[in-house]
């Protein structure tokens, strides 16, 4: 079946060091991926959206990258901060689905100062 | 920026008992969804709804729950008759279109006793 697996379930880093989180996919191979952060008690926020045809993409401080041949997506912060401190979740579309997410269970990020 | 809303923000309910769980999607966007999140577990897909019919559901949902959306703006998640095991945060999302970001309002947390 369908898995999405975020190995590490917490990552502690200091401030102003690059954050690095990282998301496997097996036993299909989506066309896109899909980054959230979800605050405590909060709905999952979209933070980047990367094709099966983009190696990486870009915003702001953020910037994640797609390997269809190790089946791997890497997420970057770089700069951290406090303010980064969350759980970062990434999702890929179920299947031929129109758009149903499957979510991996998540990296909580602290950034300590 | 246009955000999803959810009422309530909290359900309390006696197992057995149906509860509703309200949405109002973003105005202009066209598929809609549900998921749920078990305490410290993956967000889960439940359903998706495009073009006043379910498009999608996940073998989560069963006969017990049902979706409508009965007037143009409101998104509504029924469970008609609630177990102890449907505690839990619900998220509504919308998106514009089919693998486009998702939008995720705050949820309901339900809590039967």
């Known amino acids: 079946s369908q898995k999405i697996e975020q190995n590490s379930e917490a990552l502690n880093i200091q401030e102003g060091k690059t954050a690095t989180l990282t998301c496997n996919y097996t036993?299909?191979?989506?066309?896109?991926l899909q980054w959230y952060r979800q605050d405590p008690g909060r709905g999952p926020v979209f933070l980047l959206l990367?094709?099966?045809?983009?190696k990486e993409k870009r915003k702001e401080r953020l910037k994640v990258t797609f390997d269809t041949t190790l089946k791997q997506s890497l997420f970057h912060i770089t700069a951290s901060q406090p303010a980064d401190s969350a759980t970062y979740l990434c999702?890929?579309?179920?299947?031929?689905?129109?758009?149903?997410?499957?979510f991996g269970k998540g990296t909580k990020l602290s950034v300590k100062p | 920026e246009p955000e999803v809303t959810q009422t309530p923000s909290h359900q309390v309910t006696q197992m057995g008992q149906e509860v509703i769980l309200r949405c109002v999607p973003i105005s202009n966007h066209l598929y809609f969804y549900w998921y749920r999140q078990i305490l410290g577990q993956k967000v889960e897909f439940l359903v998706s709804f495009y073009n006043n019919e379910i498009s999608e559901k996940s073998e989560i949902f069963d006969d017990q729950f049902s979706v409508e959306r009965p007037d143009g703006s409101n998104f509504t998640l029924k469970i008609r008759s609630t177990k102890l095991e449907d505690s839990a945060m619900y998220f509504c999302?919308?998106?514009?279109?089919?693998?486009?970001?998702?939008?995720f309002g705050d949820g309901t947390r339900l809590s039967i006793l």
């Open positions: 999302a919308s998106s514009a279109g089919q693998g486009q970001p998702q939008h």
């Open positions: 036993n299909y191979s989506p066309a896109y």
């Open positions: 990367i094709r099966e045809n983009e």
């Open positions: 999702a890929q579309p179920y299947g031929g689905s129109q758009g149903n997410l499957i």
